[in-house]
């Protein structure tokens, strides 16, 4: 079942997010299997995130890597908030332009004239 992850930090400013993600993409978990969608909102010195995750297993092993990086820099989330997801509405995939084929006019024989001489 998907579920939604609610983030919520006392202060995580716009610098420190950016290098908790510089990191996780150093980690190989910029963009980690199970994860549907991940926003980031707020001011730039009380930032939130929300992320969209297939499984709980999933945000449960990545929490593996982000835990250890969130320590390093002194980021402190708090317990997250985690909701199971009804259900998930995305725009619809734009279809493929439809080919049209050309239609050939029948060929026409080349009509040959003698070139005339210049005198």
């Known amino acids: 079942m998907a579920i939604g992850v609610?983030?919520?930090?006392?202060?995580?400013?716009?610098p420190k997010y950016d290098e908790c993600i510089a990191l996780l993409r150093q980690a190989g978990a910029g963009?980690?299997?199970g994860r549907s969608y991940h926003a980031c909102f707020g001011t730039s010195d009380k930032l939130s995130v929300f992320d969209v995750w297939t499984s709980q297993a999933s945000?449960?092993?990545?929490?593996?890597?982000?835990m250890p990086i969130l320590t390093q820099l002194g980021i402190d989330i708090g317990?997250?908030?985690i909701v199971p997801i009804h259900k998930v509405t995305?725009?619809?995939?734009?279809a493929p332009a439809k080919k049209t084929k050309k239609k050939l006019s029948?060929?026409?024989p080349?009509?040959?004239?003698?070139?005339?001489?210049?005198?």
């Open 6 to 14: 609610y983030f919520s930090p006392a202060a995580m400013s716009a």
């Open 31 to 33: 963009h980690p299997s």
């Open 59 to 66: 945000f449960d092993k990545f929490g593996k890597t982000l």
């Open 79 to 81: 317990p997250p908030q």
């Open 90 to 94: 995305t725009r619809p995939k734009a």
């Open 106 to 108: 029948p060929s026409k």
């Open 110 to 119: 080349a009509k040959h004239r003698k070139a005339k001489k210049k005198r």
